[in-house]
């Protein structure tokens, strides 16, 4: 498989258990693996023949952005979900990051990494 990487998508998100973090909301970041094979598209120069990563990267800040909910592992699913809509793609590596995670200790990140196939 090949692979097309995106990282560091951004987006606002009202995530988490507490009502703060629902309240006030904060950045999420996103780094993404996406596994395909690119020959078709390579062999007809056919962007039409792989995976789009503008409007993937679109669709997933779109989710970040989207309905609340309490864990980074639920947001990681429905980044999974929204990546493997897209036919050329056979699997996905989610990295969701939480560099705001309300922790009382000092911290550089918080990162959930799923990786996820077609069934």
Do not use: N, S, W
Not at 57 to 63: D, L, M, P, R, S
Not at 92 to 116: C, G, L, M, N, S
């Amino acid at each position: 498989m090949d692979r097309v990487t995106l990282r560091g998508l951004r987006a606002r998100g009202h995530h988490g258990v507490f009502e703060r973090e629902r309240i006030e909301g904060q950045t999420f970041v996103v780094d993404l693996v996406l596994f395909l094979d690119t020959r078709p598209a390579a062999a007809g120069d056919d962007l039409t023949l792989t995976a789009h990563y503008g409007i993937i990267a679109e669709e997933v800040t779109a989710v970040i952005a989207g309905d609340p909910v309490d864990l980074i592992e639920t947001l990681a699913q429905r980044i999974a979900d929204q990546c493997l809509k897209h036919e050329v793609v056979q699997e996905v590596e989610v990295t969701v990051h939480k560099p705001d995670a309300p922790i009382t200790v000092p911290f550089d990140d918080v990162t959930i990494t799923i990786h996820r196939g077609r069934a």
